[in-house]
C-alpha cells in the first residue's frame, strides 16, 4: 500500500507542491513493519489459509453426507408410502379419509414433506413442519452450499397424488451450527498460534536486542562489548563474526594510538634533531670557520714574506689549499646541517680531478692517473659529496699505509650506477680483509646510506683496490 501511494504521488503532480512534498515525507519515514510482526502475520497467515482449504474440504464432504441422509430418509419414506397405499386402497370408498388420516397421524416423514392433491390439483393436505430447532434456517448462501440437488417425487393413491419433498434445510442448520462452533474454535486456535509464535518469537530473537546494543556502542567507537554464544546457529554465527570484528577494530584502534603516539614521540625528537643540528652549524661556522678563517690569513701573510725562501713559500701556499679544502667542507656539512629548498648540482668530474691534481702535488713521488669518463649529467650533492669522500679517504690510505709508488683513479657511469676505482701497487691489505678502522667504517657509512656497494681487493698483480658503487641520482630525483 505504500509502495502505491509512493508511485502514485510520483506520478500525478500535486496542485499544492509543499501538500505533495509532505505526503512524500511521511511516507518515506513510515514506520516499516518489524522481523517479529512479519513472521507472526506469516505463521496466522499460513494457519488461517490452511483453515480455509480446510473449510472448502469440509463443505465438499457436508454436501455429500446431507446428500446421502437425505436419500436414506426418502427410501426409507417411499418404502413406507407404497405400503400404505396398498393398504388404503383396499378400503375402497373410505380410502381418501383413510390415507389422510394416517399421513396426518404420522405427521412429517424424516426429512421430507408430504403434499396430498385432489383430482382437480386442490392441495388436500400438507405435512407439518419440523419441530427440530423450529424457527431457525441457516443463511442463503450457505444452504446454497451445502444443499444438494434434490428431486421431488410423486405417487399415486387412487385418485389422490402424492408429492415427497426432500427438505435438507435442518441438516444444513447443523452445518450451519457446526460452522459457527468450528469458526470459535478456530479463532481461539488462531489466538493462540499468534501468541505462542510471539512468545517463541520473542524468546529467538530476544539476542537481536543485544546485538544491536553491541553495534549501537560499536558506531559509538566502544568495541569493549562480546557477544556470548546463541543457542540458534544463525544467531550464533552472527555473535562470532560480530566479535572478530570487534576484536580486529579494536587492535586496529590500540595500533593506531600506539602509530599516534610514536609520531608524537618522533615529531619531537625530529625537533630536537633539528634543534642539535642548529647548534652544531652555529658552532662549527663561528668557532671552526673563524679558525680557518685566521690560519689562511696567517698562511697568505707567510706565502707574501717567503718568496725569497722557496720551502717555506710552498708550504705556506700547502696551507693555504688545504684551509680551502676545509672552508669548503666546512660548508658543505652546513648545508647538510641546514638544508635549503634546492638541492644544486655538482660537477663531480671535475671536483675529483681537482682533488687529484692537489694530491699529486703534496704527494709528489707517487704518480697518479686519473681517468674519468664524461658522466650523463650533474650529480645529486649527497651522491657528489660521497663520491669526493670515498676518493679523499682512499688517496689518504694509500698516502699513509699503501707504500706505493703508482695510483690509478677512474670514475666512470656503469648504466643506473657510478662507479669509482681506486687501484695501487702498494703493500696491499694485511691478512686479506680491511681494517676496521674510522677511515673504512666511514666509507662503509656513507656507501650504505647510498644503497651502494663498496669492495675491498687484492688484484693478481698485487696492491689494492677499492670499488665503490653508488646509484645514479639527479638533484630532482632527490628532491
Known sequence: MIQFFRKRFADDPAPDGAVANAARTRLA??????LHARVSLVLTGLLALLMVIGAIGWVRETRHAIHEEVQAASRVAEQWLTVLID???RDGDQARERLIAHLAAVGRVRANQLEVFAPDGALLYVSPASTYKAGRFAPVWFARQVTPELAPREYAAGELRIVMLPDASRAALDAWDEVL??????????LVVWLASRAALNRALAPLQQINHAIARGADGLFDTRLPTYPVSELDLLARSYNRLADSLDSTRAQNARLEEDQAFAHA?????EEE??????ELHDELGQAITAVRAIAGAIMQRSEDQPPLHGSAQAILAMTGQMQDGVRSILRRLRPGNG???VRVEDAVNDYCTLWSSHHPDIALDCKVAPLSGPLSEQLGLTVLRLLQESLTNVARHAGASTVEVSLRQLGEEIELRVRDNGRGLNGGTAPDRFGVLGMRERVNEMHGELRFETPPSGGLSVCARLPCTTASEES
Do not use: K, V
Open 29 to 34: 519515514h513510515a514506520p516499516l513493519p518489524t
Open 343 to 345: 638541492h644544486p648540482e
Open 277 to 282: 643540528r642548529r647548534m652544531i652549524a652555529r
Open 269 to 273: 625528537l625530529h625537533e630536537r634533531l
Open 87 to 89: 393398504e388404503t386402497l
Open 181 to 190: 462452533a468450528g469458526l470459535g474454535w478456530g479463532c481461539a486456535l488462531l
